[in-house]
């Protein structure tokens, strides 16, 4: 299977003291933007990336690309009914968790996948 490649924008960043809250759009290169966007919130705790996703098709194929780039998240996805402010239908959450002093390299690895800086922090910062 030839490796997607998707485009991610970011309309909202919030940098919290112990937490990353980012949450955008993605979307695939050869799908059209404007009509195939996959929205998608995510958090940054000291030891656990939590993602959600629209549940739909798109969606799937979003937490595939992320699973294949970040590792595989601890479980399946769980269903939360009801969506996000803004958005309709329910979202697929998953999370990743990772020791403590793993947070700037998981930092710095979904920095390299979204396309867009995101803060470091040190290894055991409040």
């Not at 924008?9 to 009509?35: D, H, K």
């Not at 195939?36 to 000291?46: A, H, Q, R, T, Y």
């Amino acid at each position: 299977m030839a490796t997607e490649t998707w485009s991610f924008r970011l309309s909202r960043r919030e940098f919290r003291r112990r937490q990353i809250i980012l949450e955008g759009y993605a979307s695939l290169a050869e799908e059209r933007p404007e009509v195939d966007e996959v929205f998608w919130l995510l958090m940054i705790g000291p030891d656990f990336l939590s993602l959600e996703v629209s549940r739909e098709l798109m969606g799937e194929r979003l937490l595939a690309f992320l699973a294949a780039k970040l590792g595989n998240p601890v479980g399946p996805p769980r269903i939360i009914v009801g969506g996000h402010e803004g958005e309709e239908g329910a979202l697929s959450q998953v999370e990743w968790h990772f020791p403590a002093s793993g947070r700037d390299l998981m930092i710095r690895s979904l920095a390299e996948v979204l396309g867009h800086p995101l803060p470091h922090f040190a290894p055991g910062a409040p």
